[in-house]
């Protein structure tokens, strides 16, 4: 295995030619046709993309939704086709623990690359089940060789990084929930230590919902704002002798009082 700063760690003998632009002619690793799971991370680009090995699809963000579809994204490694290609996958049964029917379905038909394109699709229908109320359940699926694609990649370095550990880019694991989740819009320096009680407390005194935690959702100032006023918030609610605590303790047993982030103070 060799580890190349330009993004990718190689298998066997492929060497590092370059990745094109997306929809034109992308250079191929010594003829190989390949593909890898490509989930961008919050705030990358595709310039110089940073790419997620999990992702989330959290329906306490869609209130009386009962069913969504998450567009699990593959990417092409070498030429784009003029004609379309199936890739393969497969359910890793001892990493997932929601349950296919009832959960989740995955398509009955092959998913393609379409010609001319360097993007596919896997289009996996979540169902908002009872039993999942407060819960979360996981489905990892992980890419195959097949006619068309081998697998040249197994992880992803950015090109810009500092990071050591490249991101898995041919496992992903989804997580479906119906409970309050971290998202990637919260900000640990504003409002402190994620816990569901805390963002549930915010959501209730800041008239907020979930979805104002999505990345992007506020503004880096509208973000400390919020920060400050929750800080005020729990200095007044100690003042008055209703100190608020988190649901659980520390490593002695004793109550933690819940705080907001470290940059929070005026």
Same mark, same amino acid.
Request: aromatic content about 12%.
């Given at each position: ?35 890898? *799971? ?30 969504? !579809? *998450? ?134 005194? *800041? ?36 100190? !608020? ?6 490593? *002695?047993?004793?109550? !933690? ?10």
């Amino acid at each position: 295995m060799k580890i190349n700063r330009y993004g990718m760690v190689l298998t066997g003998a492929a060497l590092v030619l370059g990745l094109g632009a997306c929809n034109e002619t992308i250079q191929t690793y010594d003829g190989q046709q390949g593909v890898y *799971f490509a989930m961008l991370q919050s705030g990358s680009s595709e310039d110089n993309p940073r790419y997620n090995a999990a992702s989330s699809v959290p329906f306490a963000l869609t209130l009386g939704a009962t069913d969504s !579809v *998450f567009m699990l994204r593959v990417k092409i490694i070498g030429t784009v086709a003029d004609y379309p290609r199936s890739f393969s996958y497969r359910v890793v049964d001892a990493e997932s623990t929601a349950e296919p029917g009832s959960d989740y379905t995955l398509p009955d038909t092959p998913c393609q690359v379409a010609a001319g394109e360097v993007y596919g699709y896997i289009p996996i229908h979540f169902y908002r089940q009872p039993s999942l109320d407060g819960q979360e359940r996981t489905l990892t699926l992980e890419l195959l060789p097949n006619e068309y694609f081998d697998l040249p990649l197994t992880s992803w370095l950015p090109v810009n990084g500092t990071e050591t550990v490249g991101t898995d880019i041919i496992r992903h694991t989804v997580t479906v929930s119906d409970k309050y989740v971290r998202l990637d819009g919260w900000s640990d320096m504003f409002y402190g230590t994620y816990s569901d009680k805390k963002i549930k407390l915010m959501c209730t005194v *800041f008239g907020l919902t979930l979805a104002d935690f999505q990345p992007d959702a506020m503004s880096y100032v509208e973000k400390k704002v919020l920060g400050q006023n929750f800080r005020r918030y729990l200095d007044a609610e100690e003042a008055a002798g209703r100190t !608020v605590y988190e649901d659980y303790t520390d490593e *002695f047993g004793n109550p !933690v009082k819940m705080e907001s982030g470290s940059d929070s103070a005026e």
